[in-house]
């Protein structure tokens, strides 16, 4: 028997965007590219059921439906461009992560003392992808991760995602790097008029 998806979509529609079909197998890595404003960001909400939407979102074969709000949303699991920090170290953000997540993302084990004011918006958001595959997701949704990030830290980054891919991770990575895109291995998705399809289906 062949498995089910780890993530599928079909006929996803929020408020400004569709995304009509996607399936990605456990490991598995999609890449969204689209303009400013075309509704990126919204679609990855709505697959993370953070804003409303319609249409049917898959977890290793089991309906959203079938799944609390709050257990669905730790198991597909956003990552925002800008990261929120409410407390006033970052330990008291990350009680879970593992210190080797740290090491690889550059980060000492003393970081978890540091004051979140210090925090650059690069070590924000690289702590911010610490704190999210510390949760343990299925599915990993990453909207422009390395988009104000050095090479180095992109390749951090990308790092540690794959080797999250390699234990079964499914992502969703927003980017506008076709070449990025090709590192990751991943499949190619253009948003184009409020809808997600295939790049190759665009050329
Ligand atoms: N809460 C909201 N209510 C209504 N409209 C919104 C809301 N949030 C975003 N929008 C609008 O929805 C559209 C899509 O926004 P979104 O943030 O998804 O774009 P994006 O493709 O991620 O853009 P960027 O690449 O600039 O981050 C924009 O026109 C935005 O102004």
Redesign the pocket.
């Known amino acids: 028997m062949t498995a089910a998806p780890r993530l599928s979509i079909r006929g996803l529609r929020c408020?400004?965007a569709r995304w009509p079909a996607l399936d990605l197998a456990a490991g598995a890595c999609a890449a969204l590219a689209?303009p400013?404003?075309?509704?990126?960001?919204?679609l990855l909400r709505a697959i993370a059921d953070l804003d409303p939407s319609e249409g049917e979102l898959r977890l290793d074969g089991e309906a959203r439906s079938a799944f609390a709000a709050h257990r669905w949303r730790r198991l597909v699991v956003y990552l925002p461009?800008d990261s929120a920090w409410w407390a006033e170290r970052v330990g008291d953000h990350l009680p879970a992560v593992e210190p080797q997540t740290l090491a690889a993302l550059g980060f000492a084990e003393d970081v978890v003392g540091w004051s979140v004011q210090r925090l650059s918006s690069g070590e924000r958001s690289r702590l911010a992808l610490a704190r999210a595959v510390a949760l343990g997701p299925k599915a990993l949704l990453l909207d422009e991760p390395t988009a104000n990030l050095d090479a180095a830290t992109t390749a951090a980054v990308e790092g540690v995602v794959e080797e999250r891919r390699a234990a079964g991770l499914a992502a969703v990575w927003v980017t506008h790097d076709p070449a990025q895109a090709e590192r990751l291995g991943a499949q190619r998705y253009a948003l184009r008029d409020g809808v997600a399809e295939a790049a190759e289906a665009l050329a």
Do not use: P
């Open positions: 408020a400004v689209g400013s404003g075309s509704g990126k960001s919204r461009a």
